[in-house]
């Protein structure tokens, strides 16, 4: 049925050429799209396909003609540069890596079980893991004459998608200039998505992929690039994507007095089993699944699992990709699936399976969601705990 | 008492030479020195007076002649290099940063009361925060022959200190080369600690002070730096100064199944009101005052303080230098201070006052010690939780 109503050809919708989408989503808002796979099969995949990687959409999808298509870059010496797809791919190295991103709402629901926040009810699944090919950014912007000499009043680097509302006004977001100038920051203007020509969910043709940042900040449809002694004046970059204390309301809220959500902090969900389903006492043990990643390049090295509410605790097995190559320091973009069998505890009716993951500076994920509870439902990154029955056998 | 026991001439005792220390320091153990102020007055300076700066020593302070000293470079093309102390003062600029040092054992007595840990039993203060000067280890290693194909073997610079043990095995630690080699990782070989020589406590004549970093890869009385293919051989880097879970204990821990402690999680801990002193109903306002900081150069954006065990949450004053600087993104390399009034809950007769920090990643502290309990007892950066009394007005 909303397969169906995606499909709308009322030309005054401006929603009417949206693509089609896999049935598989769990969709949040139809208008602009935002869905997510089931989380039963996030964990199949290291490497999400990108019919069921999660869509997170602030507007209309543009559509855009790869041959008139113009990245504009904007704040370097020489003046304004306009480049084409085919020039964008013939003058730069194709570049790849794989990396996670992460909707700032991923897990927003269990703050909504908290107190009502103000955002769409992400489950546990507003996060995917992907290939991505392009041109460099630092290479671009040295390329059309970045100089040392602009960073000492640039700052930040402004992104705008060809995506607009009603008004005109396109999405945009920011990042630090010292991330998209790194060597190490591996920022990428991507269009390919696993191998192909980014999807039209995804930001066909050009996207930016900022790894270890969250996933506002990797703008789709990216039509400008503007080099700026200040971030984005975006509403999204200003009002929205910032965490705040939980005795923050929205009489009380200064959208000044906290940064703009870049790197995200240390998380980890359960997609295996099911809450509400039920174990065989017979097993004698749990199989557990889930995933972990974190921000910034920071490598999850453990993930702790427990079946009796964070009592007692089990070290999972992590695996990472096929080629089992260790990440770079500082420079693990991709999440970790993560597997263990637990031995179900004598006696026990239920089980409250916890986990919580530690990245290579330690971070932690904190216990409970109240205390990180924000009214934009936002960094939702506490233990995950999913309730599970334990049957005895039929005889 | 404990002065004077410092003060043996035993020509025997390895720690006959020790310096003499602060009256006020609140000694954990003796040989070797391992100290911290006490918490009332760490929050009193935004830099820490060297005198009552915490001292982690693991082996007795080693006396150096500044005229022989040596630093011994290995692992450059050109082979070994042994720089002079004055060659380090007048060959290099002289660069300054202000950072803060932690203990990875800061606030493990919290650890030892879930369940016995092994380690130093340190309170809120084995953390604090001094301007140090020196050399930059980027510019020092690429004079004595540093260079790009040097990085396609070498990953790690290992730190050897000058004090040794009974077998003559020197302390010794290692970090990665790219936070060495980075213009923003601030790695300084310093001999000047808050614009003075460094007291011997505190590595004269020089050590390595690589902020963000577990304090024990700052390496004191620095001897030896090897640019290597592998992390330092030594016990506190192999075998110490790892994080597990809690699961974990000496019978089954597998020390290489862990990362070396390097950048460390997000910290803060109230230093004012003390556990067990109280407050004046009359007062109407308990002022509470502490520090925080995180590891990697993320900066503190904001401090949750409760007084009812963490229902409710206000948000405290933060300050960090008289300047008021920004620190540019990455390098807040110090500590901020904190401050919040807050009005007494009515009919309450004891306030259980709790605090927890947020970075710029987000990142935030683990709400209970049990889950991040491990037996070395190191990364005990639970909120800290302090009790006191509520008295009723003497009329
Ligand atoms: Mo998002
Ligand atoms: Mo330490």
Not at 177 to 195: I, R
Request: proline letters at 7%.
């Amino acid at each position: 049925e909303s397969i169906k109503r995606q499909e709308s050809t009322d030309p005054l919708d401006p929603y009417s050429g949206e693509p089609s989408r896999h049935p598989a989503l769990q969709i949040n808002s139809l208008k602009p799209f935002n869905a997510e796979p089931p989380a039963s099969v996030l964990a199949d995949n290291y490497i999400t396909p990108s019919a069921i990687f999660f869509k997170r959409n602030h507007l209309p999808v543009p559509k855009v003609d790869p041959e008139t298509y113009r990245l504009e870059i904007e704040g370097l010496p020489g003046g304004v540069v306009s480049v084409t797809l085919s020039e964008l791919k013939s003058r730069f190295p194709k570049h790849t890596i794989t990396a996670t991103l992460q909707c700032a709402g991923n897990r927003r629901s269990e703050m909504n079980k908290v107190k009502q926040v103000k955002g769409l009810n992400w489950g546990i699944a507003a996060i995917s893991n992907a290939t991505w090919s392009g041109a460099s950014l630092r290479e671009v912007l040295l390329h059309y004459g970045f100089t040392p000499e602009v960073a000492i009043n640039a700052k930040h680097i402004q992104f705008e998608g060809l995506d607009k509302d009603v008004t005109g006004t396109a999405y945009g977001a920011s990042i630090n200039l010292n991330k998209a100038l790194s060597e190490e920051g591996d920022v990428l203007l991507a269009y390919e998505m696993n191998g192909e020509d980014l999807p039209p969910d995804h930001g066909y043709p050009v996207r930016v992929v900022v790894p270890g940042v969250v996933g506002a900040r990797n703008v789709k449809w990216l039509g400008r690039i503007v080099v700026s002694h200040e971030e984005s004046k975006s509403h999204w970059q200003q009002n929205d994507y910032k965490g705040f204390s939980p005795g923050t309301d929205w009489d009380t809220v200064d959208f000044k007095s906290a940064p703009a959500i870049q790197e995200l902090p240390i998380q980890s969900a359960i997609t295996h089993p099911a809450e509400g389903s039920s174990v065989e006492r017979g097993d004698e043990e749990v199989t557990i699944k889930g995933y972990a990643w974190s921000g910034g390049g920071r490598e999850v090295v453990r993930v702790d699992v427990s079946v009796d509410g964070g009592n007692t605790w089990h070290v999972a097995k992590l695996h990472s990709s096929d080629l089992g190559r260790n990440p770079a320091p500082g420079r693990a973009w991709a999440w970790k699936l993560w597997e263990i069998d637990v031995p179900l505890p004598d006696g026990a009716q239920e089980l409250e399976i916890v986990c919580k993951a530690v990245d290579n500076s330690y971070n932690t994920q904190p216990d409970t969601v109240g205390p990180i509870w924000n009214l934009r439902g936002v960094l939702s990154n506490a233990w995950h705990r999913v309730k599970v029955k334990v049957k005895d056998d039929q005889k």
